[in-house]
């Protein structure tokens, strides 16, 4: 079972990234999948999910509005666009998968490896 995160890089404030998120090694068919990140001296905090169907989608209140988290069943792929960054969005981006739409890093059983942005002023 892995996750892997990739996408990450450097932008300057008001620029875009996408993010994306491959799994392996088993169906996620029932498994809610999520976006979460974590910044120097800070918690992991929940950025987004979205159920395998794409009907159910939730945003943390920092980001709505400026990301949109999609899937793509067919690759089995993850995807999170992030449009209008700040510096303040700069962190480490992990995927995870839950078996349900939670919003607590708790409550997810499998991660990926993180991927980096960095956003400049």
């Known amino acids: 079972v892995q996750l892997q995160a990739s996408g990450g890089g450097l932008v300057q404030a008001g620029g875009s990234l996408r993010l994306s998120c491959a799994a392996s090694?088993?169906?996620?068919?029932?498994?809610?999948m999520a976006w979460f990140r974590q910044a120097p001296g800070k918690e992991r905090e929940f950025v987004a999910s979205i159920s395998r169907s794409g009907i159910s989608i939730s945003y943390g209140d920092s980001v709505r509005g400026r990301f949109t988290i999609s899937i793509n069943n067919a690759k089995n792929t993850l995807y999170l666009q992030m449009n209008s960054l700040k510096p303040e969005d700069t962190a480490v981006y992990y995927c995870?998968?839950?078996?349900?739409?939670?919003?607590?890093?708790?409550?997810?059983?499998?991660w990926g490896q993180g991927t980096q942005v960095t956003v400049s002023s």
């Open positions: 090694g088993r169906t996620f068919s029932s498994y809610v």
């Open positions: 995870a998968a839950a078996p349900g739409m939670f919003v607590s890093r708790a409550k997810y059983d499998y």
